[in-house]
């Protein structure tokens, strides 16, 4: 997954969530899927997605070691760019 070591050398934090809306792209057989079953699926799944979210996010920002994980990726983004220069390579 390149987004997760393109956000890692940006100094920041990753997570990814999906979401499956049809599987019949990959079924040879069973009914085919229509935009209204899609845009169903996708509300739904967003409804989960919130909820979720919802839960998550408070429980993260509890955990109380973040100033540690911002000052690491501090380090680790400087060092980067340190060794970045040091090998002639540029980032965009």
């Known amino acids: 997954m390149a987004h997760v070591v393109l956000a890692k050398e940006a100094g920041n934090c990753y997570a990814a969530v999906a979401m499956a809306t049809d599987?019949?792209?990959?079924?040879?057989?069973?009914?085919?899927?229509?935009?209204?079953?899609?845009?169903?699926?996708?509300?739904?799944?967003?409804?989960k997605v919130t909820a979720m979210l919802k839960e998550v996010?408070?429980?993260?920002?509890?955990?109380?070691?973040w100033d540690d994980v911002i000052d690491?990726?501090?380090?680790?983004?400087?060092?980067?760019?340190?060794?970045?220069f040091a090998n002639y390579y540029v980032f965009f």
């Open 23 to 47: 599987y019949d792209c990959w079924r040879d057989h069973g009914e085919s899927v229509s935009v209204t079953d899609v845009l169903t699926t996708f509300k739904q799944n967003a409804e």
């Open 57 to 65: 996010v408070p429980f993260i920002g509890s955990q109380g070691h």
């Open 72 to 84: 690491k990726l501090k380090v680790f983004q400087n060092n980067l760019v340190f060794l970045a």
